[in-house]
């Protein structure tokens, strides 16, 4: 079936509530961070749904969300997490050891990092500054290796 924006609903390959454009040229932390924020956000709204003065949203705008969440799981091909499986409309997208160590590269970095760091980190990102003093050392394909040794 295709939708208003011409796309059909597969896993991993339809940006839900993402623009597209907005994601082909971001940073490969700016993914994270996307991915956290969308993650933390379909969380709370599911586990607050019912409790008074919360407006739980539409089952529409947290199917959207989950589009979108793994779109961005996909879309960490670009930055070399290899995925077995082609996306589908019935099949989730896999998180398989490659995206955990992705993921659990740049989870480590921000969690690290001093409240006021990231703040300027934020600051100099807005202001086009350079951020590379901000960004962790060797790669998250380390963090694969290790966990594929254990």
């Not at 993650?39 to 919360?54: D, E, I, M, Q, R």
């Not at 100099?124 to 790669?139: E, F, N, R, V």
Request: with cysteine; charged share 25%; proline share 5%.
């Amino acid at each position: 079936m295709k939708y208003p924006n011409n796309q059909e609903k597969i896993w991993g390959l339809y940006p839900g509530i993402l623009k597209q454009e907005e994601i082909n040229n971001l940073h490969e932390a700016d993914v994270w961070i996307k991915l956290d924020n969308l993650s933390n956000n379909l969380f709370w709204a599911t586990n607050n749904a019912g409790k008074p003065g919360f407006k739980t949203p539409s089952a529409e705008t947290l199917k959207e969300i989950e589009y979108a969440i793994e779109y961005l799981i996909y879309y960490t091909r670009n930055f070399g997490v290899e995925f077995s499986k082609t996306p589908s409309q019935t099949e989730h997208v896999e998180r398989n050891i490659a995206y955990s160590a992705w993921y659990s590269y740049w989870y480590n970095h921000f969690s690290k990092m001093p409240k006021d760091k990231y703040d300027d980190y934020v600051n100099d990102k807005y202001c086009k500054k350079d951020i590379t003093k901000y960004m962790p050392t060797g790669s998250w394909k380390d963090v694969y290796v290790r966990m594929r040794i254990k």
